[in-house]
């Protein structure tokens, strides 16, 4: 079946970076987009970036633009996202999506990766 | 940037219906999508272009989309379907991807 499923749950200190894996199985990894959404505790959805995995192109919130880079990797179907420079504010769930060449919906989720930032 | 507007919260006692809406400019020239969230859980699509439901989801789900507001409408509302509700669209003139503020649905 068609899946996501992202790295386990990190602790980071203050100024650190972090980087996190999504592999995904089940369809064609280079016929999809693959975004990065990201959540902090209690509150709603944020869109990071986005990745096309056939070229490896990137375009990015500008939110983040200069602290995160989204790479992929086409020969095990995974997608990374790294996010450096960290504070305590990037504590969050961070969510990889994905999203059809025609439909700007996301329609599948990984299971999500907490990150702490804490000293 | 654009912005979704939600209301924080949303209460409705069981079988009948739940209104969440989702306003922003000019919105009903945008195509918006809905997602449910349950408490520890990723998102799920339950709505996508104003008012398709993906395989698997109930009919009870609907929504619509017109001038500065999209609506999400859950018909004969059950104690599963509480949980958090988010809109989103693709902002073209940004570029990016854009959720709403959500809205906590409430089944009494």
């Known amino acids: 079946q068609v899946q996501l499923v992202q790295s386990g749950a990190e602790v980071k200190k203050p100024g650190a970076s972090v980087k996190v894996s999504c592999k995904a199985s089940g369809y064609t990894f280079t016929s999809y987009y693959m975004h990065w959404v990201r959540q902090a505790p209690g509150q709603g959805l944020e869109w990071m970036g986005i990745i096309n995995p056939s070229g490896g192109s990137t375009s990015y919130a500008q939110k983040f633009q200069g602290r995160v880079t989204m790479t992929r990797d086409t020969s095990t179907s995974t997608v990374y996202m790294e996010l450096s420079s960290l504070r305590s504010e990037d504590t969050a769930v961070y969510y990889c999506a994905r999203t059809t060449r025609s439909l700007d919906a996301f329609d599948i989720w990984g299971q999500g990766t907490m990150v702490t930032v804490s000293s | 940037s654009y912005v979704l507007t939600q209301p924080p919260s949303v209460s409705v006692a069981p079988g009948q219906t739940a209104r969440i809406t989702c306003g922003g400019n000019n919105i009903g020239s945008k195509s918006v999508h809905w997602y449910q969230q349950k408490p520890g859980q990723a998102p799920v699509l339950v709505v996508y272009?104003?008012?398709d439901r993906p395989s698997g989801i109930p009919e009870r789900f609907s929504g619509s989309n017109s001038g500065n507001t999209a609506t999400l409408t859950i018909s004969r509302v059950e104690a599963g379907d509480e949980a958090d509700y988010y809109c989103?669209?693709?902002?073209?003139?940004?570029?990016?991807?854009?959720f709403g503020t959500g809205t906590k649905v409430t089944v009494l």
């Open positions: 272009d104003d008012s």
């Open positions: 989103q669209v693709w902002d073209s003139s940004s570029d990016h991807h854009v």
